[in-house]
């Protein structure tokens, strides 16, 4: 079984910068990848970013260029760096974790951290 707890959310005005962290603890050798999704009211959740036990990234286009996502894999630990925040960046954002191949698919979800930015 894995767990994944994700921090560092909360309110930041347009344009600044938050960083989200997400300790992942359990049974971690069957886990392929890890990634940051979001949801917003009324919306579906999206998966933001991707990165593989190899260290390989993947973004959605809405946050490229903008979003970074890194890991430490000796202290099973994950984060989405975040610049240049937007009003429409406001969500719920999930660490998540991939057991299966292909990438993109994850199967294991944190409980969610607040993001909200105001414009």
């Known amino acids: 079984q894995v767990q994944l707890v994700e921090s560092g959310g909360g309110l930041v005005q347009a344009g600044g910068s938050l960083r989200l962290s997400c300790a992942a603890s359990g049974n971690l050798f069957s886990i392929v990848a890890m990634g940051w999704s979001r949801q917003a009211p009324g919306k579906q959740r999206e998966l933001v970013a991707t990165?593989?036990?190899?260290?390989?990234?993947n973004y959605a286009d809405s946050v490229k260029g903008r979003f970074t996502i890194s890991r430490d894999n000796a202290k099973n630990t994950v984060w989405l760096q975040m610049n240049s925040l937007k009003a429409d960046d406001t969500a719920v954002y999930y660490c998540n974790a991939d057991r299966f191949l292909p990438y993109g698919n994850p199967d294991i979800w944190g409980q969610g951290t607040q993001v909200t930015v105001a414009s």
């Open positions: 990165i593989t036990n190899g260290g390989r990234t």
